[in-house]
């Protein structure tokens, strides 16, 4: 079966419009750490770790700072600001208590060893979909 797309084409129906498997990676490992940070920023408030303020005024800044990079991983500089926002992650657990600090370190690590992974596996699944798309190179003799 196929639908419409120009006049006088057709496009099998369930293929749509191809998406960077980095750019897709890359956001939902951002949105994922957004989401550690505000349980980490719910469990420095429960440990008292810092006046509640100044722990949600960071927490939150960075949880939305990562929401809002991983909207702009398709636009230019996009990567550059997820990796820079890896940093503060690492380093935050640094912020907690003795108690609490290597848990989320091993956590900050084991994220950026994931971000690292989407940058190298995404931008490899994209140039084999490139590859795909040419086609095979031309026979030279």
């Given at each position: 079966m196929s639908t419409p797309s120009e006049p006088g084409t057709?496009?099998?129906i369930g293929v749509?419009?191809?998406?960077?498997a980095r750019r897709q990676f890359t956001a939902t490992m951002l949105v994922l750490e957004a989401f550690v940070v505000l349980f980490a920023t719910l469990v420095a408030h429960g440990l008292r770790a810092a006046?509640?303020?100044?722990?949600?005024?960071?927490?939150?800044?960075?949880?939305?700072?990562?929401?809002?990079?991983a909207g702009v991983q398709g636009r230019p500089g996009g990567l550059v600001v997820g990796s820079v926002l890896q940093v503060?992650?690492?380093?935050?657990?640094?912020l907690?208590?003795?108690a609490a600090a290597p848990?989320?370190?091993?956590?900050?690590?084991?994220?950026?060893?994931?971000?690292?992974a989407s940058l190298r596996l995404g931008g490899r699944i994209d140039?084999?979909?490139a590859e795909r798309t040419a086609g095979p190179a031309p026979a030279t003799s």
């Open positions: 057709t496009t099998p749509g419009r191809v998406r960077s006046p509640a303020g100044s722990v949600w005024a960071l927490g939150g800044a960075l949880a939305v700072s990562l929401v809002l990079a503060p992650v690492l380093l935050g657990g640094l907690l208590p003795p848990a989320m370190v091993v956590v900050g690590v084991v994220f950026v060893a994931l971000w690292i140039r084999e979909r």
